[in-house]
């Protein structure tokens, strides 16, 4: 029960199509690749020590 197979996931793309239509999928895309992107450098930024953070502050200024 916890596999997807072809026709199911043909359904699903059917109906995210009728949805939001053919045009607005693309815009979708790019917003949620943009949203990975933000929190991938946001989780890099917290694993980073204290001091290199100040100094990658101190560069971008």
């Given at each position: 029960m916890g596999k997807l197979g072809l026709t199911e996931i043909l359904v699903i793309l059917v109906i995210i199509v009728l949805l939001f239509g053919g045009k607005k999928i693309p815009e979708l895309m790019k917003g949620l690749g943009t949203g990975i992107k933000e929190f991938k450098?946001?989780?890099?930024?917290?694993?980073?020590?204290?001091?290199?953070?100040?100094?990658?502050?101190?560069n971008k200024l």
């Open positions: 450098n946001a989780a890099k930024d917290e694993n980073q020590p204290a001091t290199s953070k100040k100094a990658a502050e101190e």
